[in-house]
């Protein structure tokens, strides 16, 4: 059973990651959909894709839950039936979970690659990356930022939100492993912390609302 990670965040959050390295055949074994979900499991093209979704209910498992057990909202939201909150992410071959019973929380997995480079201006005041030694530091930072606005995005659910004008994350260094950050929409202001780690050329990011 390829956990590749299963970390406790406090008395209350858990997060798990799967390096998906089995079969589709494999990763069948123990599991059952409920009919949303094979129909959409059927819909998937990709062969990675119906691993990472099936490695998705291994780590559910970690914590004593089914398919059953989830539901998803009109916006693809993912929720737990016993009102503890859930985040799920699937990167290439990495998957991860986030669970929490008191805190609202967001996670997201991301490769590190290139082309982040062409796309920070959407997300986030390029200037402030200027100063960074090289490349590749500016790569791991804006990926940082990404993840960490996907993650206040997943906890946030509404869509219409802009995460180059409505999300802000404070400035970090890397051997901090963690920084701040709010979203200011439509005169709502709310705050989280964010906590990131770096492996195999992969960013991991999860955010937890304050
Ligand atoms: C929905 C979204 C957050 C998913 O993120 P992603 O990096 O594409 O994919 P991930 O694998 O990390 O996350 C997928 C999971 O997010 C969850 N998810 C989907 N929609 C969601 C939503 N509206 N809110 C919270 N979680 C959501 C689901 O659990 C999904 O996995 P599952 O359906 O297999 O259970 C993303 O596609 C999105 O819409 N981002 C905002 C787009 C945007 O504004 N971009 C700005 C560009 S500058």
């Not at 500016?138 to 930022?145: A, E, F, G, Q, S």
């Not at 946030?156 to 950050?181: E, K």
Request: charged fraction near 25%.
């Amino acid at each position: 059973m390829p956990v590749y990670k299963f970390i406790t965040v406090n008395k209350d959050s858990f997060f798990a990651v799967w390096k998906v390295d089995e079969s589709e055949d494999d990763l069948w074994i123990g599991i059952q959909l409920t009919d949303h979900c094979q129909t959409r499991f059927n819909g998937m093209k990709s062969e990675l894709h119906r691993r990472a979704f099936l490695s998705i209910r291994h780590l559910l498992a970690l914590y004593g839950y089914e398919d059953t057990d989830l539901y998803y909202n009109e916006f693809g939201k993912p929720h737990l039936k016993d009102g503890n909150y859930i985040s799920i992410t699937h990167s290439h071959h990495f998957t991860a979970i986030i669970i929490s019973k008191t805190e609202e929380v967001g996670i997201d997995i991301e490769k590190n690659r290139e082309k982040i480079l062409r796309i920070a201006h959407k997300f986030t005041p390029f200037e402030e990356y200027r100063t960074l030694a090289n490349t590749e530091a500016i790569i791991r930072k804006l990926t940082i930022v990404w993840g960490a606005k996907e993650s206040l995005y997943k906890i946030y659910g509404q869509q219409g939100i802009s995460f180059l004008h409505h999300i802000n994350v404070a400035d970090f260094s890397f051997d901090q492993n963690q920084t701040t950050a709010e979203i200011l929409y439509h005169g709502d202001v709310s705050h989280y912390d964010v906590h990131f780690l770096e492996f195999e050329g992969f960013t991991l990011v999860y955010a937890i609302k304050k």
